[in-house]
């Protein structure tokens, strides 16, 4: 079955200024194309990780990342294209589970041989949320059991001592590499989220209070009630505004109790507030990729993930949309797919087009207004 994405006449564009059917329309006629196309390595059953962005031409392949693998499952498995979900959740299993020690390697290289076997959690917060999705949609047993022994996993393998988890360890677990993240977290409970509503188990509530609480504990700023990048106190620490926005729709989107307990909710209301007044371009609508703790913008760069976290914030938020989304069209998208970024100045940074990013594109036009 191939995707069903609604196409609007320029009439009922018009007549609803909130509607993303452009979005969703360009999405579905010109993004998944490729991932089908000239993106999927079908020798391999795996995305390249990179098209240009004209004739949409693979980057030479140094390797295939785990992550990337799960990101395009989701993607196909949202998009009704079960044929297609089903190859790349057997690639998955096939190329990146560690048979021996268990879990998930971090890459394969351009033959699909075990490149970085070090052990990211995520990468294994997202091998749960697209198995979960992939479950929910196919039905899938295997898939079903594979979201729930990698979330035991996690919860066995990556503890720090306390509540918070390790970000990489090494391929035997046996080893530290990268003590608490951020980024790795937020997306562990946006896996548990989708694992929750997928399996209806109720083990999943206990760990987002977990999770939630242990990342309200080391992580906010509490003037700005922003989710800092490394646990507060660290050198070197910043604010990403695309980060606010996304823990905002995973918090107050989901009205999953855990967060509210947690102390978030009022936190990352704020957070909103402090990035999206030091955070975005006035003149643009453009999100910067980070800022320091009183505000100052200390990388201007516009990645196109941080502008569909703020288009979906802003509408979980119940804010007008409308002119965000022609901002955000008008800069980011184009005839033959999107800009990945843009300097602080508008210029294009990077013009490659990876596979990752549907991923961002389909979890921010699916919050949007029809």
Request: proline letters at 6%; aromatic letters at 10%.
């Amino acid at each position: 079955m191939q995707d069903q994405q609604p196409n609007a006449s320029p009439a009922m564009q018009s007549a609803n200024p909130e509607s993303a059917a452009p979005l969703r329309a360009h999405y579905a006629n010109i993004v998944l194309p490729i991932w089908r196309g000239p993106g999927f390595n079908a020798a391999l059953g795996l995305a390249y990780e990179a098209v240009a962005p004209g004739d949409h031409a693979p980057l030479p392949p140094k390797r295939y990342r785990a992550m990337a693998c799960a990101r395009q499952l989701f993607v196909f498995s949202e998009a009704g294209d079960l044929a297609h979900a089903a190859t790349l959740f057997e690639s998955l299993r096939h190329y990146f589970q560690d048979k021996r020690n268990g879990g998930w390697f971090y890459s394969v290289d351009a033959s699909g041989a075990p490149l970085e076997r070090q052990k990211d959690l995520y990468t294994h917060a997202f091998v749960v949320f697209a198995c979960a999705h992939y479950a929910k949609k196919s039905g899938s047993a295997d898939a079903f059991t594979l979201l729930d022994e990698t979330s035991r996993l996690v919860e066995a393998r990556f503890s720090s001592g306390g509540d918070l988890l390790n970000a990489v360890l090494a391929e035997d677990f046996g080893a530290t590499i990268e003590t608490p993240l951020q980024n790795p977290l937020m997306h562990l409970a946006e896996a548990w989220l989708a694992a929750r509503e997928a399996t209806g188990e109720p083990a999943y509530d206990k760990r987002l209070a977990q999770l939630a609480k242990s990342v309200a504990d080391a992580f906010v700023h509490e003037p700005s009630g922003s989710i800092a990048e490394l646990p507060m106190g660290t050198a070197g620490n910043r604010l990403e505004p695309g980060h606010q926005f996304e823990w905002y729709f995973l918090a107050l989107g989901s009205g999953h109790a855990a967060f509210e307990a947690a102390g978030l909710n009022e936190r990352l209301a704020r957070a909103f507030d402090f990035a999206q007044r030091h955070g975005v371009d006035e003149q643009t609508g453009g999100v910067h990729a980070a800022i320091d703790e009183t505000g100052r913008v200390i990388d201007g760069t516009q990645r196109i993930w941080a502008q569909t976290e703020y288009l979906r914030a802003l509408a979980t938020r119940g804010d007008a949309v409308g002119p965000q989304i022609e901002r955000f069209r008008a800069r980011f998208l184009h005839e033959t797919g999107w800009v990945e970024c843009r300097s602080a100045t508008g210029e294009i940074s990077r013009a490659e087009m990876p596979s990752t990013t549907p991923y961002h594109l389909a979890t921010s036009y699916a919050a949007l207004p029809l």
